[in-house]
């Protein structure tokens, strides 16, 4: 099992930039994808953008392609956030699974305890 701690939420306006940083512990070595999720009131969580843990090709959700950056360094992996909108407001978690096709949203077994993240005007 792989234990996921997220960091870098905070409130921002519309525009801004974040970084959020998810630092992995225990058995990473098991584990194929690695993901950025996003929770907001009212609907399900949804995929974000996800990294393929050894040869790090990535997969965005259409809302924030050209806008957000998923990327890693070892076992930490983090998500550039540029020009935010309100309707990336959200709690933000990080997420690990075995599994290939990490496009494959569903399939995330493991999962941080989330990070804030708010754009307001």
């Known amino acids: 099992q792989v234990v996921l701690v997220e960091s870098g939420g905070g409130s921002v306006q519309i525009g801004g930039s974040l970084r959020l940083s998810c630092e992995a512990s225990?058995?990473?070595?098991?584990?194929?994808?690695l993901a950025w999720f996003r929770e907001t009131p009212g609907l399900e969580r949804e995929g974000v953008a996800a990294i393929r843990r050894e040869k790090g090709g990535t997969t965005y959700a259409d809302a924030v392609k050209d806008r957000f950056t998923i990327s890693r360094d070892n076992d930490k992996l983090y998500l550039q956030m540029d020009n935010l909108k309100t309707e990336d407001t959200g709690m933000y978690y990080c997420?690990?699974?075995?599994?290939?096709?990490?496009?494959?949203?569903?399939?995330?077994?493991?999962w941080g305890q989330g990070t804030q993240v708010t754009v307001s005007s």
């Open positions: 225990g058995a990473t070595y098991r584990y194929s994808c």
């Open positions: 997420a690990a699974k075995v599994t290939k096709f990490c496009n494959n949203w569903s399939a995330y077994t493991d």
